[in-house]
């Protein structure tokens, strides 16, 4: 990004980000609608969440680099197969 764009853009984006009190009277809120038994529910739920999206960007980051190389391989035992049939 552009040090120009990147002045103008993030003072914007830091504003509108809650503060301290503010996170306190969110959490105050959450706490009276959910209770409190249901919170640590809803924590390891959210957690198990973060977790398998990490593995799914994980395995899919694999996937791809699998991809590369297979066509590679598949192409060498192609021409090894040829050589033998001849």
């Known amino acids: 990004m552009f040090p120009l764009a990147q002045s103008l853009v993030m ?12 996170l306190i009277i969110i959490l105050i809120i959450v706490l ?3 209770g409190p038994k249901k ?14 999206l990490k ?4 395995n899919k ?10 066509p590679k391989d598949e192409a ?4 090894k197969d040829e050589t033998v049939i001849k």
């Open 11 to 22: 003072p914007a984006i830091i504003n509108f980000l809650p503060g301290p009190s503010e």
């Open 32 to 34: 009276i609608i959910f």
């Open 39 to 52: 919170l640590p529910e809803m924590g390891r739920a959210i957690g198990q969440s973060i977790r398998e």
């Open 55 to 58: 593995k799914a960007t994980d």
């Open 61 to 70: 980051d694999e996937a791809k680099d699998e991809n590369k190389d297979a």
């Open 76 to 79: 060498k035992d192609e021409a």
